[in-house]
């Protein structure tokens, strides 16, 4: 599932989005290693701030793993809490395969007791 976050609404994706990161978000999804992590995952393009990312519904609430908005920015888990987005872990690794950044997701959330 996609969803769109533009001008502070939300909104169910009705026409694919195009972007680098939009795709990279697709191809990392469909190779997520977990059944319940892929059947999970929800892809959160917010076009207020301009970056793509794929939510996962955890035992710490919603964590996004958000995809980098230029080769020098890094990926990164980010938990949002009540106090604001909380940054939870970081790779760089833009040109790392999709299945190798799915693999790590899913480690990530697998040995922090998450999913």
């Known amino acids: 599932m996609e969803i769109?976050?533009?001008e502070g609404k939300v909104t169910s994706l009705k026409v694919e989005i195009a972007t680098a990161q939009a795709?990279?978000?697709?191809?990392?999804?469909?190779?997520?290693?977990?059944p319940e992590l892929l059947r999970d995952a929800v892809i959160e393009h917010n076009q207020d701030e301009g970056t793509t990312s794929i939510r996962f519904d955890t035992t710490a609430g919603p964590i996004r793993f958000l995809l980098p908005v230029s080769r020098e920015s890094e990926f990164q888990f980010i938990r949002d809490s009540d106090t604001g987005p909380v940054i939870l872990g970081s790779f760089r690794g833009f040109s790392l395969?999709?299945?190798?950044?799915?693999?790590r997701i899913s480690e990530f959330l697998r040995l922090r007791g998450l999913k």
Not at 23 to 34: D, E, H, K, Q, V
Request: aromatic fraction near 10%.
């Open 4 to 6: 769109v976050i533009a």
């Open 23 to 34: 795709m990279a978000a697709r191809r990392i999804a469909n190779f997520l290693p977990r």
């Open 97 to 103: 395969p999709s299945r190798t950044i799915a693999f």
